[in-house]
């Protein structure tokens, strides 16, 4: 199998602990908990079975490969979709166009739809997005320390927070007025490129991307069936969403680490801030990550390889008084 490497966005994201539901203790403490937990005679790491959290409208997602050391928490998270068939194209010499396919996985396996790799020091992660947002990492998190092994209290909201980065411009505003979301928009897929795997949700007739669009029409009440239909046609269905906030009817901006927080898992080409007299547009909220280069086995990250980055990543973060270690 081919390797070489691949370039990585490290992302650093730290514990906010909403309500003091930790009780002081690390988020590294409670992972290390949570896996040497014992549940009928078993230790819950030696499980992989009662590592899956299934969401029927998501996947499957597993706390697959650990490593639970002293210097960190090391994790890779895997979204997987039970009894799904592989997306292939192929690629025929002289097509005018590729035909897309789909073939069976070979017995006991899944396809594998999306991937996260994290390292927590104390209430520091490092994390590394491969077609699975940080988002999920947080859900996932929630369920692991208060549902799968009652490490800590139900309910509970695990919040990575992220920080801005020093040179980031949106450090020039001191507030923020409002919010314009604007997601990618819903439309007819173009054939993907073999590289990169798309989201997709299945209809009867074909594939269609399922985008951050789709799930706020969702929301709004639409129909899942007439979305889908439009989207299969010549129509393109574009979302706008305005956030502003408001106390006791009046307008009331928000401090920018508080509006930092609240757009922690949004793209950062899709918003817009409005505060003070200005505007900060297309990526202004630029959060604290590191570029790594990491050893792939075929198309996916080599996990040894992974850890190394993270660590590197994080004595990087102290060392330039980013964060404190």
Not at 1 to 10: A, C, D, L
Not at 41 to 52: C, E, I, Y
Not at 158 to 165: D, F, I, K, M, R
Not at 273 to 287: F, P, T
Request: net charge neutral.
């Amino acid at each position: 199998m081919p390797s070489g490497r691949k370039k990585v966005t490290v992302q650093y994201r730290k514990l906010d602990d909403i309500g003091s539901r930790f009780g002081g203790r690390t988020l590294q403490d409670a992972l290390t908990n949570s896996v040497k937990s014992i549940s009928d005679g078993t230790v819950f790491g030696d499980v992989p079975r009662a590592r899956h959290f299934d969401d029927p409208n998501y996947g499957t997602i597993l706390l697959n490969t650990f490593h639970d050391e002293p210097f960190g928490f090391f994790g890779e998270l895997v979204r997987f979709e039970p009894g799904a068939d592989l997306p292939l194209l192929e690629v025929a010499p002289g097509a005018r166009a590729y035909n897309l396919t789909q073939a069976r996985a070979p017995d006991g396996h899944e396809p594998v739809r999306g991937l996260l790799y994290f390292m927590t020091y104390r209430n520091h992660m490092l994390v590394i997005e491969a077609d699975m947002s940080t988002s999920r990492a947080e859900r996932y998190l929630s369920w692991l320390l208060s549902e799968a092994t009652n490490v800590l209290p139900a309910p509970l909201h695990v919040v990575l927070a992220a920080e801005l980065s020093p040179d980031a411009a949106t450090a020039r505003l001191s507030r923020v007025d409002e919010v314009i979301f604007r997601p990618s928009p819903v439309r007819s897929p173009d054939p993907p490129r073999t590289d990169e795997f798309v989201p997709v949700v299945r209809t009867t007739s074909r594939e269609v991307e399922e985008s951050n669009a789709f799930r706020v029409l969702r929301a709004a009440g639409m129909d899942d069936v007439d979305i889908r239909t439009l989207a299969q046609g010549e129509t393109e269905l574009e979302v706008t969403l305005q956030i502003k906030f408001r106390a006791r009817g009046r307008r009331r901006p928000v401090g920018i680490e508080d509006a930092n927080r609240l757009l922690r898992n949004v793209p950062e080409d899709q918003i817009t801030l409005h505060g003070n007299g200005s505007r900060q547009k297309e990526g202004r909220i630029v959060k604290l990550s590191y570029a790594a280069n990491v050893e792939c086995v075929g198309s996916l990250l080599k996990p040894s390889d992974v850890r190394r980055a993270l660590h590197e990543a994080f004595k990087y973060f102290v060392s330039n008084g980013y964060i404190d270690g």
